[in-house]
Nanobody, 126 residues
Framework: QVQPAESGGGLVQAGASLRLSCAASGGTFSYYAMGWFRQAPGKEREFVAAITWNGAITNYADSVKGRFTISRDNAKNTVYLQMNSMEPEDTAVYYC???????????????????WGQGTQVTVSS
């Protein structure tokens, strides 16, 4: 069973950068597409970014396009989310998840993702 684990969250000021990591254990990481999602207080969890098994194709929510970059290192079983020009609206718990149903498509649909991490808190102050 694959177990993702996020790290790298914290408190930053608006305009700053932060890089999240998600290390996956217990499975063959390169078999999965990976996704990042977030949930702000009082809101539903939403899609942020996704990447195919080989990193060839990425997908972003409109709200983060041009500011966030998803990448992966299959040798390290890790996916990253580089967040630049952060805004207070980026404040949320960030989750990573594995998609082993279609590793060649960076889906934005939460139900395509099977294994989820516990999340890491990101807070952006104005």
């Amino acid at each position: 069973q694959v177990q993702p684990a996020e790290s790298g969250g914290g408190l930053v000021q608006a305009g700053a950068s932060l890089r999240l990591s998600c290390a996956a254990s217990g499975g063959t990481f390169s078999y999965y597409a990976m996704g990042w999602f977030r949930q702000a207080p009082g809101k539903e969890r939403e899609f942020v970014a996704a990447i195919t098994w080989n990193g060839a194709i990425t997908n972003y929510a409109d709200s983060v396009k041009g500011r966030f970059t998803i990448s992966r290192d299959n040798a390290k079983n890790t996916v990253y989310l580089q967040m630049n020009s952060m805004e207070p609206e980026d404040t949320a718990v960030y989750y990573c998840a594995t998609n082993n149903l279609n590793p060649s498509f960076p889906s934005a649909r939460q139900y395509d993702y099977h294994y989820w991490g516990q999340g890491t808190q990101v807070t952006v102050s104005s």
